[in-house]
């Protein structure tokens, strides 16, 4: 048996499956205080004898183990949660190998492992919803130098008709500051899901998500780019990134084709438990 | 003896050294024709009973070891180049082992091992000169997915007082097209070197390549960034990318001293030569 556990800024998901990665029983809560929500885990995890866990939290986290605050979530905005040891709660409580990474880490794994990504050699993950973060297999590895990727906090070149100032706390318009569903609905006063498809948000959504995919290729050469997050719930969105897309490359590395590498999820929103759950059984492989 | 290349597309350095890597003999010249350049290189190679040999070649080449062009440089501006075998070439010569990837991904090396990112987890290199360019060692690896980084060509967010439309043959207004070499001479009818120090050109630059490197950050997370190239002759223009950079980084990730954190070249000119020497050697301790 196995135990995962998507940890969200708003409600922690966990779960426990077999060998087979067949989901034995599954949770979702609310995510209140540490101490609070980590007692529901515990509940469920303690009435099975697990080989290992995984773990895939909001951070931004400290995911170097050469750190002294290894394992811990650092200045997250939700500040109950702020140098809360997460990892070591865990392994004080359970004696097992336990994986630790982000959010965004474990969906990039699940969608690698088993989603649309499957059978690629690398793949980027990218998450719009209410903040844009980003995770990333590449070598068959999670990307991340000293520590993990922010991938929403780079700033985007301007759409032309754009003049909203932005919304992230530190940055004001970097991509999470213009393209994450808070500041589609601080631009124009209606939710994602509320905007028409022919409303003029989706045309700069597109362009700053296309920049956001042209800027990870630069970077990265990556095999696909999956795009997840409730923003990207409107179907006709991926299109719209697909051909200004096209229109940024301007041909210059070789996609054979575009519609085969920015990717919509395979596991919807399972990507994150799922995810968790194959860390953990990675996670005792490894031990 | 292990044999290096610095493959550049104005001219070619080649050197042999021993086992300590102490060059023994080195020579550069002008890049002309493929067959012309590469008998310049036989004719020192062929003197010395090589163990290995190191290229890092300008490209774009190819790097992915499954695809059937693989050792090839590409789509190069350079037409006479284009399409050419160049590790094919040297196999066929020399039965040794024989690395090969970019100049960038070279001097990165050497920096790496010997240079100021001497004693780093990870590093970047970019360079700013007739084109920019970066490449990059996360968890002891060349970084890339199914072919190598073009860290030059994503679109930056444009300087508020700056309308040139830019100078890439592909996407105009990337990174490489408002900050390199040319882009600046094409601008202010200067080149970097005769502009003066409190010219405005100077604060434009300092814009592009402070969120080259904040998109470097937040993607990748290295330990360091190194720029190096022509233009980052001018000593007050790293100051400058410091000064900017701490601006809009914002405090939001921790990085403890971002003069320690992005940095000049520790060997200059000579990281190339000396990482395809590294490459060389390392290559050979991998056989």
Avoid at 16 to 39: A, G, H, L, Q
Avoid at 57 to 79: A, E, H, M, R
Avoid at 145 to 156: A, Q, R, S, T, V
Wanted: glycine share 12%; charged share 20%.
């Amino acid at each position: 048996m196995y135990g995962g556990i998507e940890a969200g800024g708003t409600k922690f998901i966990f779960a426990v499956c077999d060998d087979n990665m067949n989901i034995i029983e599954r949770r979702s809560i609310p995510t209140t205080t540490p101490d609070e929500t980590f007692k529901e885990v515990f509940k469920l995890f303690d009435k099975y004898d697990l080989k290992a866990i995984g773990i895939g939290s909001f951070g931004p986290i400290d995911v170097n183990k050469q750190s002294n605050t290894y394992g811990y979530i650092k200045s997250t905005p939700k500040l109950i949660w702020k140098n809360t040891d997460f990892l070591g709660v865990f392994k004080k409580r359970y004696d097992i190998p336990i994986g630790w990474t982000t959010d965004v880490n474990i969906a990039a794994l699940a969608e690698y492992k088993l989603g649309t990504a499957k059978g690629k050699d690398s793949c980027v993950y990218i998450t719009v919803g209410t903040g844009i973060g980003g995770g990333s297999i590449i070598n068959g590895k999670f990307l991340g130098g000293i520590n993990h990727p922010e991938m929403g906090h780079f700033y985007p070149p301007r759409h032309g008709k754009d003049n909203y100032k932005g919304i992230c706390d530190y940055h004001e318009d970097c991509l999470e500051g213009l393209a994450s569903g808070p500041a589609i609905e601080a631009r124009f006063g209606k939710s994602a899901k509320e905007l028409n498809q022919d409303h003029e948000a989706w045309d700069i959504q597109a362009h700053y998500l296309a920049h956001a995919a042209l800027t990870y290729t630069t970077i990265l050469r990556p095999d696909c780019i999956i795009f997840g997050g409730g923003v990207m719930n409107q179907n006709h969105l991926l299109d719209k990134i697909h051909n200004k897309f096209e229109n940024i490359l301007s041909d210059y590395l070789e996609i054979s084709s575009i519609k085969d590498y920015i990717l919509s999820t395979g596991l919807g929103n399972d990507s994150g438990i799922i995810g968790s759950l194959l860390l953990a059984k990675e996670t005792y492989s490894e031990y």
